[in-house]
């Protein structure tokens, strides 16, 4: 559709703003720009046009389900090469989506949380063994350690497998190549095949291999589950392998599992990992944060011992954890694509064109206050959030197509955190400033703390 709208200066025949894309930082240079050319502006890619909004008034338009509707975009279309037609890579309108969709909800619900719970502390309290071991003294590798324990986490709850994180040395080959799949097609996402058959052909080669083979390892994960089905106490795995859609008797099919599992893996892990690590970055920096958190979790829970009915009513830690999604959203932002000619902050979009949500910037925009750089939970108090909160807060994006892990990471998180803060006092790297690295999804780059044991 015709409309102009701001965009960098530096504007080349045929390539267009190439000279401002940055492919290793590419969300948090949209929210640099952003920060530059307003709510709603554009580049030209190589000749795509590509539109960023980042302003309530816009995301609110673009989250309308009747007019706009979720699109894979060029760095999740990739990722089906590795899950495929999972609940994420899914295209809206793939069958095999609203069968697992039927199937998989009600595993997800806040109730269910009440089965996973278990899992969670003990999961949780091997970490802070990991780290009681390693001594006051240990520099600790956060992001490396968080995906340890998230990596268990949902390993166990959704088919019932320990990678071993805690007592290896060297990561599990399942996560090996699924991080190396995940850093490739994160640079590849914006390059051309030509590129990619000479300059980076070793590294393509790399990651078809990788896909291969990890597809290769689930596959025998369940084909052993599917000989010994009473392995699975009730995991996600036995869910899928035992349930039909209730409206139409639909079943999963083997490869549809597959690429379940390793949806789980690549949507449930990093993302819940790099919460957690932004945050410790933040508590080790706060300890009147640390304090809160503390007589909190005293009140709550006297004997130490979290219930599953305790997590609710660590009221606190859970503004902690919405602070932290908000200032550095780990799923920084996502794709909605017109579903009919329609406009936007009055400008004219046609059906089928496309627009990317900024998260990292509609989560610091004026609206939030003049204080929206600094991490402060309490402004996640009832009565203190921006009334016009439905549209400036979109850490699990939108609509049908919203994270189904939610609750579940939200659950893991509370517990995980609440549990560190209450073993530990961390102690920041004095020489450390926050730097964010981008692998699809976001972490703290290269954090480390120190933990010193209290109890
Ligand atoms: C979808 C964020 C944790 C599983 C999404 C989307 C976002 C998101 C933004 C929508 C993406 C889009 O519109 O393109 C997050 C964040 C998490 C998190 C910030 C942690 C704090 C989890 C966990 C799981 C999970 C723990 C699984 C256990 C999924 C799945 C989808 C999804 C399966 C696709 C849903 C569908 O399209 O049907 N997530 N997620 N996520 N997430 Fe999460």
Redesign the pocket.
């Known amino acids: 559709a015709d409309r102009v709208l701001p965009h960098p200066p530096r504007r080349l025949p045929l390539l267009g703003d190439i000279l401002d894309l940055h492919v290793t930082e590419s969300s948090q240079w949209a929210m640099r720009d952003a920060q530059r050319y307003g709510t709603m502006f554009e580049r030209n890619v190589l000749g795509t046009r590509v539109t960023y909004v980042s302003g309530p008034e816009e995301v609110a338009a673009v989250n309308d389900e009747a007019v706009w509707t979720?699109l894979?975009?060029v760095p999740?279309r990739d990722l089906r090469s590795v899950a495929g037609d999972?609940?994420?890579t899914?295209h809206n309108s793939e069958p095999s989506?609203a069968t697992a969709?039927a199937i998989l909800a009600p595993a997800?619900t806040q109730s269910s949380m009440r089965r996973y719970h278990e899992s969670m502390i003990a999961k949780t309290a091997l970490l802070i063994d990991y780290w009681t071991a390693a001594g006051p003294d240990a520099w600790l590798n956060i992001p490396a350690d968080t995906n340890k324990l998230t990596l268990e986490i949902?390993g166990d709850v959704?088919f019932g497998h320990s990678f071993q994180s805690f007592d290896e040395v060297a990561p599990h080959e399942l996560i090996v190549r699924i991080s190396r799949m995940l850093k490739y097609i994160n640079r590849a996402a914006y390059s051309h095949p030509a590129l990619e058959a000479t300059v980076f052909r070793r590294a393509r080669n790399q990651h078809r291999d990788d896909t291969a083979e990890a597809r290769g390892l689930v596959d025998d994960i369940v084909r052993a589950r599917r000989v010994d089905s009473t392995a699975g106490r009730g995991d996600l795995l036995d869910l899928m392998l035992s349930t039909a859609d209730p409206a139409t008797g639909k079943r999963l099919s083997n490869d549809n599992i597959r690429n379940q599992i390793l949806?789980?893996l690549v949507?449930?892990q990093e993302?819940?990992a790099g919460?957690l690590a932004f945050a410790l970055h933040f508590l080790s920096l706060r300890p009147d944060v640390v304090e809160r958190m503390r007589s909190e979790f005293a009140a709550v829970c006297p004997t130490g011992d979290l219930q599953f009915e305790d997590v609710g009513r660590l009221r606190y830690v859970r503004r902690v954890v919405d602070e932290t999604?908000r200032l550095w959203?780990?799923?920084p932002g996502?794709?909605r694509k017109a579903r009919q000619n329609t406009r936007v902050a009055g400008h004219p979009f046609e059906k089928g064109e496309w627009v990317f949500v900024v998260l990292l910037q509609l989560h610091r925009h004026a609206d939030w206050g003049d204080n929206g750089h600094e991490f402060d939970p309490d402004r996640f108090e009832r009565g203190r959030v921006p009334h016009n909160l439905a549209h400036l807060y979109?850490?699990?994006?939108?609509g049908m197509?919203?994270?189904?892990?939610?609750q579940?990471?939200y659950h893991?998180?509370v517990v995980a955190l609440a549990s560190i803060v209450w073993a530990f006092d961390l102690k920041p790297d004095p020489s450390y400033t926050l730097q964010v690295e981008e692998t699809i999804t976001l972490k703290p780059l290269a954090l480390r703390l120190k933990a010193k044991r209290k109890r």
């Open positions: 979720r894979l975009g999740l999972g609940l994420f899914a989506w969709h997800f949902i959704a949806t789980f949507a449930g993302t819940s919460v999604l959203p780990v799923a996502y794709f979109k850490p699990f994006g939108t197509r919203a994270c189904i892990g939610r579940f990471a893991e998180i």
